[in-house]
C-alpha cells in the first residue's frame, strides 16, 4: 500500500505560480514513475505531467513550457512547478504513484483568479 499526500494547492490570480508537492510513503518510489493529474468541474481526469525513476518527463501541450515536474528521491516527494497560470488551469490536481498498481492523493484545489 502507497500513500501519497499533496499539498501547496491555492487561489492565485492569473499569471501568478505555485508549487506542489506530494510526498509518498514506501521504499519503492525512487523506481517508480509518478505523475500529476487534474480534474476541472465536470471534465475527465486528465494527465498534466509525468516523470519516470530516471527523470524523463512527458508534459500535456496545454501545460508545456509552464509547468515543470520533478522529484527528490531522497525525500520521497515529487513536485510540480506550474508558471503564467491561467484560469484554465483551475481543477483539483492529484498526485499518481504509476507502478504495477497505480495510487493516487487525496487531490489539491488550484484556483486560478483572472
Known amino acids: 500500500q502507497v500513500q501519497l499526500v499533496e499539498s501547496g494547492g491555492g487561489l492565485v490570480q492569473a499569471g501568478g505560480s505555485l508549487r506542489l508537492s506530494c510526498v509518498a510513503s514506501?521504499?519503492?518510489?525512487?523506481?517508480?514513475?509518478m505523475g500529476w493529474y487534474r480534474q476541472a468541474p465536470g471534465k475527465q481526469r486528465d494527465l498534466v505531467a509525468t516523470i519516470t525513476s530516471g527523470g524523463t518527463t512527458t508534459y500535456a501541450g496545454s501545460v508545456k513550457g509552464r509547468f515543470t515536474i520533478s522529484r527528490d528521491n531522497a525525500k520521497n516527494t515529487v513536485y510540480l512547478q506550474m508558471n503564467s497560470l491561467k484560469p484554465e488551469d483551475t481543477a483539483v490536481y492529484y498526485c499518481?504513484?504509476?507502478?504495477?498498481?497505480?495510487?493516487w492523493g487525496q487531490g489539491t484545489q488550484v484556483t486560478v483568479s483572472s
Open positions: 514506501g521504499s519503492i518510489f525512487r523506481i517508480t514513475a
Open positions: 499518481a504513484f504509476l507502478g504495477m498498481n497505480n495510487y
